[in-house]
């Protein structure tokens, strides 16, 4: 089983490619009409990560959002998000991070949120979470805010819901004090901090969640679907600092 | 006239209060119903900036977003926001800024946009605007977008425009591949910067936009009203990296 170390190297290999680098230029990967940013950032970190994994774990799986899906029989995959957030990357924004889990089946065994610019790598390994940075590692651990009226809410982009997801969550968004927006997997890594109490989201791939999962757990915070249950394959996703909240926010969700 | 040193002073003094603090609990300012945050941190940063200005310019009007204005009859002014941005302070995100500017009757001399956590001091004197961080200092520069269509655009909060305001903007952000919301002055860093394009705001005081204005000036940008004109006592603000730019953005507000 790979150890922290491991992850840090992972953090190492990825970093040395994408930080301090000239904001790249965007291409388009969505066809006319639409924008799904990639830049060579995202190529390049993605080939160094899968690098540094071949060399330890050769027979693994690996299954990149850039690069598809490597040894597809394996029964432990690697799931690599090399650049979460390129829209921010390529505003110049410093809330982009590298996402890395470790999955047995679906279930996910580990997983890393490195926010490069802010040298901040939070790990959720073993059934706890750290947050690894020059200053030394540190437990997560989420707030104890149990009231949507007192929670700090995010969400990535309140126009990327449909219109029926846009009316639910703009309940939740009138019931809370504080709604940030644009921070991608950035906000999961500020839920398990306790800074943030409730993320609100909806189509998310698997190499968007993965990694967020064994964080948000590991800090004791909860994390599910707009259902309730534990499935995040529909790509809608709520993750809360207390059940009390989680179950507040799918209440006004559902309506 | 106060240099490029002093201004690295005054960055100083409010780091001193603000970085490295933890995550501060908020105070409501605003009535029932309505929530505008108000921390410990920007009521010290605001005295520590207060106390340098007036051990250098002890005749200098002073007047700050927390304790109001002192010497008012004074014809220069210093205009103070400890902090701007206070919602993504008490999320423990980093995008929060030190707001100064220079005023002689109602024209900003200087202005600094200043992130703490980001180690980047933005400031607009004598007609240009420099980039100050532990890397050394460097000139700022906008980009050279001039079509809506390529622009990367930014905005507060897209739920703080009454409704005629939210009807324009949205024919801004359709038109626009990229939209990075709840920056507050630090979209305007990056406009100098260059790795914004477009920034479209409504609502503003004086402590918020007067530091705006050398900056985005100075680094070659354009910024005024909805109307198009340069008073931004109104409150409403575009900043955009070109004329042309500007001018898209404007009939498209106006429609």
Redesign the interface.
Known sequence: MPDLAFFQELSAAARAVTLGAA?PV?E?KAGEGA?D?VTHLDRAAEQALRAAIERRFPSDGIEGEEFGLTRADAKRRWSLDPIDGT??L??????WTTLVALLDGSKALAGMIDAP??DELALGLEGRSLLISSAGIRPLQVSSCSVLGEA?L?TT???LFDEQQAIAFDRV?RAA???????DALAYA?LA????DLVIESGLKPHDYNALVPVVRGAGGVIGNWQGGADLSGGDVIAAATPALFEEALKLLRN
């Open positions: 904001v965007a388009n924008f940013p829209r921010a390529i505003c110049g924004l410093p809330s610019v802010l700090r995010a982009d309140p126009f968004r004090p504080v709604t940030r927006y644009g921070l500020r901090a306790g800074s943030l």
